[in-house]
């Protein structure tokens, strides 16, 4: 076993050693779950350089807060509207707040007194401030704040036709959720339209009436046809409208954005098999359309967004064809200009210009976050607020600010303001309550078992001579980690919970897990679950040895991949006495198209991964104690997928437990049920190991 950090961790154990004498209040799951621990964190922040002051909005299950920071005295200011005025979202453009609430836009410079501009609760405004677009109906409307004029762009919408807006599976695995984006000038609009006429669309059942309602999801499974999707481009000005591009049938259109002078689009495109990358330049005035740059890949593209201009003519774009995500730099025709190869995975860009690029990045130790600072002009990096941890960042427009939002496994999000001029960085925001501080917290370790990184999570009040009954918490699937050094809200809240209840909480991430490059990930190519399991089990020999672990007393939970990963654990192996899965995938035709297809490839053209990857076709091997949970409205991994299991284990005569939870989705996340869910949990591992 490698230990990582080791003055680093010596200090750790010293503190959470200390700590046992001094907290002494039990963790409380009805707390957990009704945020009494920590404070929900600032978003959308907005700079008033005439105040030199900072607003935001902050928000938890029950109550949004419009709050202001005087940067001069760091005084937090709650401001008190009336609740139909509280922002859903908001916009400065020099005095004036534009605000999008539940009723519509309004208009204010002091939130005392309000002018209602727009009676339609949803759209983006224009980056100068002077139209909101939106989709209703499934059309395309402008409307001029000017003017007080709103414009139908597009009449041709109807239930399976929709334009300027995206549909699921693109936002979803995509992450290409905005149907329509203005130019910097805002002599342009650009949108996308979606054919779903092909697409087949899944029932989502409400039975909380008299006579249920089923609402239609347009859903492409793995092998069945994609949407339709079609560029536009509308001159304001003008009023006209153009097609630019349609996107082929076996392809998805996975980005699209305006140069800084508005004279292109440069749009990209992916293969239906995810291995293949372009990205193209459009001439706004001739339309003239341009191949600039192709990456190509034997398994499969992680794309890491759109290009971000730090310049009109100049770009940086992250690939992983060096294994570790990495900024590249091209000019507008698609030339290498610079590549900046790094030994850790960068993450985000935040924020460049010609000089600098700030972006967040894997640490040398993956587990932990850094925000780097790169000089485009040698390549030297710097770290900003450089201690161990967990760190994301995001620009504040139209200020010279980065707010950067810092934990660990101990420490509650704290929020500073880096200013990017001064180099002053100061706290503005702790999340931390006054009930985490009474709290007995657990002891977390951090270590490595051969290259896989793990944690355990140990009482508060751990026994070196006693025996501890173990739960594995698996999520296991791409692009994700479960072992971090950052502070993980309810679930990191509950494991501590368990492990004071007198369960030690063991996770590990196996291959095909994020942040260990790309040769990592691609080890799950083709069939799913084989590899992670394999890894996992190492874990399992690694615990055994232990002498204060129960060896015959293990069980494992997991949500949605890691839902999958009970169910394949289960029936696969035999050392589980019990699992615990959450809106698990059962069998892998019953995901959607890109996801499913970027780690397996078409189901015709493997039909032995999908058979194999898929825990259905494998119930009469099932092994411990199971308990199953779905939520009955899930528009992510459908209902189907639990249901149909149940039905392989009442064929096998196999004992399982079962919850569905009525009108719930993916995420079951309402206080109330939460804490029936996570209560569930718990005493199904209270039952079966103790």
Same mark, same amino acid.
């Given at each position: 076993?490698?230990?990582?950090?080791?003055?680093?961790?010596?200090?750790?154990?010293?503190? @959470?050693? =200390? %700590?046992?004498?001094?907290?002494?209040? *039990?963790?409380?799951?009805?707390? #957990? $779950?009704? &945020? /009494?621990?920590?404070?929900?964190?600032?978003?959308?922040?907005?700079?008033?350089?005439?105040?030199?002051?900072?607003?935001?909005?902050?928000?938890?299950?029950?109550?949004?807060?419009?709050?202001?920071?005087?940067?001069?005295?760091?005084?937090?200011?709650?401001?008190?509207?009336?609740?139909?005025?509280?922002?859903?979202?908001?916009?400065?453009?020099?005095?004036?707040?534009?605000?999008?609430?539940?009723?519509?836009?309004?208009?204010?410079?002091?939130?005392?007194?309000?002018?209602?501009?727009?009676?339609?609760?949803?759209?983006?405004?224009?980056?100068?401030?002077?139209?909101?677009?939106?989709?209703?109906?499934?059309?395309?409307?402008?409307?001029? @704040?000017? =003017? %007080?004029?709103?414009?139908?762009?597009? *009449?041709?919408?109807?239930?399976? #036709? $929709?334009? &300027? /807006?995206?549909?699921?599976?693109?936002?979803?695995?995509?992450?290409?959720?905005?149907?329509?984006?203005?130019?910097?000038?805002?002599?342009?609009?650009?949108?996308?339209?979606?054919?779903?006429?092909?697409?087949?669309?899944?029932?989502?059942?409400?039975?909380?009436?008299?006579?249920?309602?089923?609402?239609?999801?347009?859903?492409?499974?793995?092998?069945?046809?994609?949407?339709?999707?079609?560029?536009?481009?509308?001159?304001?000005?003008?009023?006209?409208?153009?097609?630019?591009?349609?996107?082929?049938?076996?392809?998805?259109?996975?980005?699209?954005?305006?140069?800084?002078?508005?004279?292109?689009?440069?749009?990209?495109?992916?293969?239906?098999?995810?291995?293949?990358?372009?990205?193209?330049?459009?001439?706004?005035?001739?339309?003239?359309?341009?191949?600039?740059? /192709?990456?190509?890949?034997?398994?499969?593209?992680?794309?890491?967004?759109?290009?971000?201009?730090?310049?009109?003519?100049?770009?940086?774009?992250?690939?992983?064809?060096?294994?570790?995500?990495?900024?590249?730099?091209?000019?507008?025709?698609?030339?290498?200009?610079?590549?900046?190869?790094?030994?850790?995975?960068?993450?985000?860009?935040?924020?460049?210009?010609?000089?600098?690029?700030?972006?967040?990045?894997?640490?040398?130790?993956?587990?932990?976050?850094?925000?780097?600072?790169?000089?485009?002009?040698?390549?030297?990096?710097?770290?900003?607020?450089?201690?161990?941890?967990?760190?994301?960042?995001?620009?504040?427009?139209?200020?010279?600010?980065?707010?950067?939002?810092?934990?660990?496994?101990?420490?509650?999000?704290?929020?500073?303001?880096?200013?990017?001029?001064? /180099?002053?960085?100061?706290?503005?925001?702790?999340?931390?309550?006054?009930?985490?501080?009474?709290?007995?917290?657990?002891?977390?370790?951090?270590?490595?078992?051969?290259?896989?990184?793990?944690?355990?999570?140990?009482?508060?009040?751990?026994?070196?001579?006693?025996?501890?009954?173990?739960?594995?918490?698996?999520?296991?699937?791409?692009?994700?980690?479960?072992?971090?050094?950052?502070?993980?809200?309810?679930?990191?809240?509950?494991?501590?919970?368990?492990?004071?209840?007198?369960?030690?909480?063991?996770?590990?991430?196996?291959?095909?897990?994020?942040?260990?490059?790309?040769?990592?990930?691609?080890?799950?190519?083709?069939?799913?679950?084989?590899?992670?399991?394999?890894?996992?089990?190492?874990?399992?020999?690694?615990?055994?040895?232990?002498?204060?672990?129960?060896?015959?007393?293990?069980?494992?939970?997991?949500?949605?991949?890691?839902?999958?990963?009970?169910?394949?654990?289960?029936?696969?192996?035999?050392?589980?006495?019990?699992?615990?899965?959450?809106?698990?995938?059962?069998?892998?035709?019953?995901?959607?198209?890109?996801?499913?297809?970027?780690?397996?490839?078409?189901?015709?053209?493997?039909?032995?991964?999908?058979?194999?990857?898929?825990?259905?076709?494998?119930?009469?091997?099932?092994?411990?104690?199971?308990?199953?949970?779905?939520?009955?409205?899930?528009?992510?991994?459908?209902?189907?997928?639990?249901?149909?299991?149940?039905?392989?284990?009442?064929?096998?005569?196999?004992?399982?437990?079962?919850?569905?939870?009525?009108?719930?989705?993916?995420?079951?996340?309402?206080?109330?049920?939460?804490?029936?869910?996570?209560?569930?949990?718990?005493?199904?591992?209270?039952?079966?190991?103790?």
């Amino acid at each position: 076993m490698e230990i990582l950090g080791r003055r680093k961790m010596k200090n750790l154990i010293f503190l @959470l050693f =200390f %700590s046992t004498f001094i907290y002494s209040e *039990k963790i409380s799951l009805e707390k #957990i $779950f009704k &945020g /009494k621990y920590t404070k929900p964190i600032p978003y959308n922040l907005l700079y008033k350089e005439k105040e030199d002051s900072l607003y935001w909005l902050r928000k938890d299950e029950k109550e949004t807060f419009l709050e202001k920071l005087d940067l001069k005295g760091l005084k937090i200011e709650k401001i008190e509207v009336e609740e139909k005025f509280l922002p859903l979202k908001f916009y400065l453009f020099e005095n004036d707040f534009l605000i999008l609430t539940k009723d519509g836009w309004y208009k204010t410079k002091d939130f005392k007194n309000f002018t209602k501009v727009l009676n339609y609760s949803e759209g983006v405004v224009s980056p100068r401030g002077n139209y909101i677009a939106y989709s209703k109906e499934n059309n395309l409307y402008l409307y001029s @704040l000017k =003017f %007080s004029k709103e414009e139908k762009i597009t *009449k041709e919408g109807k239930r399976d #036709i $929709f334009y &300027g /807006k995206t549909d699921w599976v693109y936002c979803e695995e995509l992450q290409l959720c905005d149907g329509f984006k203005f130019s910097k000038d805002e002599k342009y609009l650009a949108f996308l339209s979606f054919n779903e006429e092909k697409v087949s669309s899944f029932p989502l059942i409400n039975y909380r009436q008299l006579y249920p309602s089923v609402d239609y999801q347009f859903y492409p499974k793995a092998g069945t046809e994609n949407p339709k999707v079609n560029l536009w481009i509308y001159d304001i000005k003008e009023k006209n409208k153009k097609l630019l591009y349609e996107i082929p049938q076996r392809k998805y259109l996975s980005s699209y954005t305006f140069t800084p002078d508005s004279k292109y689009l440069i749009i990209s495109t992916l293969q239906r098999n995810q291995k293949v990358l372009k990205f193209y330049k459009i001439d706004l005035r001739t339309k003239k359309i341009e191949n600039i740059l /192709k990456e190509e890949d034997n398994f499969w593209i992680n794309f890491y967004g759109e290009p971000y201009f730090i310049s009109k003519d100049k770009f940086i774009y992250l690939s992983e064809k060096g294994n570790f995500a990495s900024p590249y730099l091209y000019n507008i025709d698609g030339k290498n200009l610079k590549s900046f190869l790094r030994r850790s995975q960068t993450e985000k860009i935040v924020y460049g210009d010609e000089e600098y690029l700030y972006f967040v990045s894997l640490s040398e130790n993956p587990i932990e976050r850094e925000v780097v600072k790169l000089s485009l002009i040698d390549g030297k990096e710097e770290k900003i607020l450089d201690k161990g941890g967990f760190k994301g960042a995001s620009k504040i427009e139209n200020s010279p600010f980065i707010l950067i939002n810092y934990s660990n496994v101990y420490t509650p999000t704290i929020c500073y303001l880096y200013n990017e001029k001064t /180099k002053e960085i100061i706290e503005i925001f702790n999340s931390k309550t006054e009930d985490w501080k009474n709290l007995d917290k657990p002891k977390v370790e951090f270590f490595k078992i051969e290259d896989f990184y793990c944690s355990l999570i140990k009482p508060y009040n751990f026994e070196e001579d006693k025996k501890y009954p173990v739960i594995v918490y698996v999520y296991g699937g791409p692009h994700a980690q479960v072992v971090l050094n950052r502070f993980g809200g309810p679930t990191f809240l509950f494991h501590s919970f368990l492990a004071n209840e007198g369960f030690i909480i063991f996770s590990l991430d196996n291959r095909g897990s994020y942040g260990r490059g790309k040769e990592w990930e691609v080890s799950i190519y083709r069939e799913l679950g084989k590899r992670e399991l394999e890894d996992q089990l190492k874990g399992i020999e690694y615990l055994k040895k232990l002498s204060y672990i129960e060896g015959d007393k293990i069980g494992i939970w997991g949500w949605s991949y890691g839902g999958f990963m009970v169910l394949y654990s289960m029936t696969h192996s035999e050392v589980f006495k019990a699992g615990f899965a959450v809106a698990p995938v059962t069998d892998w035709k019953y995901y959607d198209t890109i996801y499913t297809e970027r780690y397996l490839g078409l189901p015709e053209e493997n039909k032995e991964g999908y058979f194999n990857s898929s825990p259905i076709n494998f119930v009469k091997d099932l092994k411990g104690k199971l308990f199953l949970v779905h939520g009955s409205l899930d528009d992510n991994v459908h209902f189907q997928n639990t249901s149909n299991f149940v039905d392989e284990l009442i064929e096998e005569n196999k004992k399982f437990q079962f919850i569905f939870y009525p009108g719930r989705n993916h995420s079951i996340r309402d206080e109330r049920a939460r804490i029936h869910l996570f209560s569930e949990i718990y005493s199904f591992f209270l039952q079966e190991l103790k």
